[in-house]
């Protein structure tokens, strides 16, 4: 809880819960009119009692103050506090279908998809096949961390606390806050040059801020503004497409479907890698924008929506990045556009350029349209950073934000010119650490507690030795023994481990997962003996001692 010091006079605050609901008891209605009215000490700026610490600052007055206009506005202004039961009552689970479909399609995804011809040097059908594959099977992995949104009705990192410990979670925060941000450099290089494309005028620099700037504003305004944007934004993402495709259609069909050389089973697992990395990576995303939807509905029909948002999008956006970058070698305007694989903006202008000044229309609402997969990381960042430390969790989240663009802008000016590099690099990270983090939670979840019952949130949520929440010895010697196993099967530019030298291609997220589960298994398994002991140990005692 969050208080700042009020002014001299009692304040009447009036709430604005999100989302509206007519579906609110009238137990919980009367509560919330009971606390209307505050004492001078407690001001409640936001609809679930998370208000900032006491602050008797200048700062720390004028935090406050731009914390309840934003409340009156009707945005939210909640941290991380967990959402409590009755107001999980939004029954638009159709969201999660738009959201996680409009922040995957669009030219970040397509961008994702031709690293397989242009990194790896892929034919089209080899392609296909990986993206096929690894699209069908890791969507799941996001699309079930969704269901952790509406049923506990927290952020992603602090749900987390319930497999790591209040203080081993302290670790993937750290290391979420990092990926993402990584992330959110490359979507905005990708962004950036695709506006800049649109006139000599503009340059990727100037594009990268325009972008950095409305992924800002969408992230201030919430996650209600948040549901409302990707509701909207796939529009002229999938009209901008579909010209692509009429345009360039007949010399795609003309591309060979094999490469010149024959792709080895080492750099079909590599781009398999790649591409799982940027899938799996909004994991630790889907829980965040759930935290308001109906606790009653079926795990499986969250879990169903969200499935195919991911599905839907990834797989012909996928597909039509690698076949419009495998064309880029035969098709001579294409390849200029490209520049050796460094400009995905370029290379989509090139294939619009036939259609005059409707394709610069398509392309300015392709760049405008990045936000939809910068705006859900950038919101993940603030939540992720927020649960590092109580320190940082009172800050308002309007403020990480501005700390996280003012970070991001100059990293994707210097990162754009080697964006290749930069994205493969980064996704390699974000797919390393990602894998043990989800075979821990899922491990987790499945093996000891069953149920989303069995997670006593409300009471163990910020409470470090609650019985409810594990010790963190457990996970954190799970991601220490396939952390070890990662670094001798990954293959990189800057570092092959031994196992991968032997022709494997990059192994390392797939021996991190299983590798996690085993070790997590067993580690938990002997905390949990050692639990049940002790309790046998004092019950033994009181009896003797009754």
């Known amino acids: 809880m969050l208080v700042f010091e009020n002014d001299s006079s009692t304040l009447e605050i009036e709430k604005y819960p999100y989302p509206p609901s007519s579906n609110v008891s009238s137990r919980s209605r009367e509560s919330r ?9 407690d001001v409640l700026i936001t609809e679930v009692d998370n208000v900032a610490h006491e602050a008797k600052t200048k700062v720390g007055r004028l935090l406050r103050r731009v914390t309840l206009q934003l409340a009156r506005w009707g945005l939210e202004v909640n941290g991380i506090t967990p959402i409590p039961e009755w107001q999980r009552t939004d029954r638009r689970l159709y969201q999660f279908f738009f959201v996680w479909f409009s922040a995957n399609a669009n030219i970040l995804t397509l961008s994702a998809g031709s690293v397989g011809p242009a990194y790896y040097s892929l034919g089209v059908l080899d392609s296909f096949y990986v993206i096929l594959f690894v699209d069908i099977f890791i969507c799941a992995f996001p699309a079930f961390f969704a269901t952790f949104g509406p049923k506990l009705g927290t952020r992603s990192m602090v749900q987390s606390r319930f497999s790591w410990g209040y203080y081993g979670a302290i670790v993937p925060s750290v290391l979420n806050v990092l990926s993402m941000q990584g992330y959110l ?9 695709t506006l800049a494309e649109v006139s000599s005028s503009l340059n990727a620099t100037l594009g990268i ?18 549901h409302w944007y990707e509701l909207l934004i796939w529009i002229p993402n999938v009209v901008a497409f579909v010209v692509m495709l009429i345009v360039g ?7 060979p479907l094999t490469a010149s050389q024959p ?17 799996i990576s909004w994991s630790t995303l889907t829980p965040d924008y759930g935290v308001y939807h109906d606790h009653k509905a079926p795990a499986w029909r969250m879990f169903l929506y969200a499935y195919l948002g991911f599905l839907v999008a ?26 050796d694989g460094n400009n995905v903006g370029g290379l989509v202008a090139a ?15 392709l760049s405008l349209t990045a936000p939809s997969a910068c705006a859900p990381t950038m919101y993940t960042v603030c939540t992720s950073f927020m649960t590092v430390h109580r320190a940082f969790a009172r800050l308002p989240r309007f403020v990480v934000a501005l700390l996280s663009t003012a970070v991001l802008i100059p990293l994707a000016i210097i990162g754009a010119s080697r964006f290749y590099d930069t994205f493969v690099d980064i996704l390699a990270l974000i797919g390393y650490w990602l894998a043990p983090f989800c075979a821990i939670v899922v491990t987790e979840h499945f093996v000891f507690r069953r149920t989303y019952a069995a997670y006593d949130v409300l009471a163990a949520w910020d409470t470090p030795r609650h019985p409810n929440l594990p010790r963190p010895y457990p996970a954190l010697c799970a991601l220490a023994v396939s952390t070890v196993f990662i670094v001798l099967s990954m293959q990189q530019q800057w570092f092959t481990g031994p196992i991968a030298q032997r022709g494997t291609g990059d192994l390392g997220m797939l021996l991190g997962f299983a590798v996690s589960v085993v070790v997590y298994t067993g580690a938990r398994w002997v905390g949990v003996s050692e639990t049940t002991v002790s309790l046998r140990n004092v019950l033994s005692r009181l009896r003797r001692t009754l």
Not at 33 to 41: D, F, H, I, Q
Not at 249 to 255: K, T
Not at 360 to 365: R, S
Request: with cysteine.
């Open 33 to 41: 009119e009971s606390r209307e009215k505050l004492p001078t000490e």
């Open 185 to 193: 450099v490359v979507n905005t290089i990708v962004g950036g040059q």
């Open 209 to 226: 801020v325009i972008i950095a700037l409305i992924s800002l504003v969408i992230t201030f305004c919430g996650c209600k503004v948040l």
């Open 249 to 255: 259609g007949s010399r795609l069909a003309s591309v």
């Open 263 to 279: 792709a080895t089973a080492a750099t079909l697992m590599s781009f398999g890698a790649s591409l799982a990395a940027t899938v």
């Open 314 to 339: 990834s797989i012909p956006t996928h597909m039509l990045g690698a076949a419009f970058a495998a064309a880029a070698v035969s098709v001579p305007e294409w390849g200029s556009g490209f520049e």
């Open 351 to 365: 294939v619009l350029a036939p259609t005059g000044r409707f394709g610069k229309f398509l392309l300015v609402m």
